[in-house]
């Protein structure tokens, strides 16, 4: 009786022992799978980390990006592979088949994803701060202090007055984090490769540094609405330069009084003092009047060959121009369009 006994218990014993290592290795199974189990977001998702956040803002970000296939565990593995402590500041892409312990491993390692930062049309150092800081993690207000900083210009080979045509406008690749100085000298880089030597050696032969292209290219580009007239109005523009001629641009006006929203240069506006008064000084100004884009710069470097010196803008309003030769001509343009704006009470 005795023996039938301990043998029983002996069976309950095995049969416990069994079933707990069953559930063990059910559960192991499950945590590998868990762990290991490859992530499948519909598209790249991207975490930011800014200098204000911790490791619970990491967390709640892949969480809300349905990057976190289970909370518990990858506290666990963050733990095991001392993230917590080590969280990095950065932009980093989650992609399909990754697993949690290699989103550990990219976080505490700080191997950021690169982001492309593209700016155009841009007329105002405010502007540029303000697109580029958009698209950082960096401020305006630092790249803006260097973007007024005499002594950063000159660093890099400019002034301040014409620092902006350091940035060429298009799509770089950069890494979220960038700082002011190391941004600063990333463009200065970009700006020497756009300044190629087929490029430098145009701005020789019209007489230009390649500083003064742009500024006269930033002249073009808000005086021509249509791209495929920056090549004519560059063109006159040159014609001028080389008779002595002021230039006579009315967007260098706007720019001196401060508002580009003008519709109707009036006399008030063109008394104004400023070496960017294109009416009142000789020559191109002091810097660019907006930051130009590569097709008025390429424009400028290859202007239509004419005989143009003047030009007003159409009666139609369409925002092209009608070129002259002579003052006369000129004249008469100036007058019809001068009656269009009466017509439409524009003063």
Known sequence: MEQTHKRKSHKTLLWTAGLLLVILLAAAIYVYRQVFAPLNPVDTVYIYIDEEKDYEDVILQLKENDALPSEKIFRLLAEKMNYPERVKSGRY????????????????????????????????????????????????????????????????????????????????????????????QRMKSEYDRFWNEARRKKAEEMGLTPVEVSTLASIVEEEATYAEEYPIVAGLYLNRLKRGMRLEADPTVKFAVGDFSLRRILYKHLEVESPYNTYRREGLPPGPIRIPSIAAINATLSPEQHNYLFMCAKDDLSGRHNFAVTHAEHARNAARYQRALNERGIY
Do not use: H
């Open 93 to 184: 892409g989650i992609s399909a088949g990754m697993t949690m312990p290699d989103v550990i491993r990219i976080l505490r390692s700080g191997n950021q994803s690169p982001v492309n930062i593209t700016f155009n049309n841009i007329r105002t150092r405010e502007d540029l701060a303000g697109r580029l800081a958009g698209q950082l993690m960096i401020d305006s207000l630092s790249l803006l202090k260097n973007l007024y900083d005499p002594a950063v210009a000159e660093e890099m080979g400019f002034n301040v007055e014409n620092f902006t045509t350091m940035f060429i406008p298009n799509t770089y690749e950069v890494y979220w984090t960038t700082d002011a100085t190391s941004l600063m």
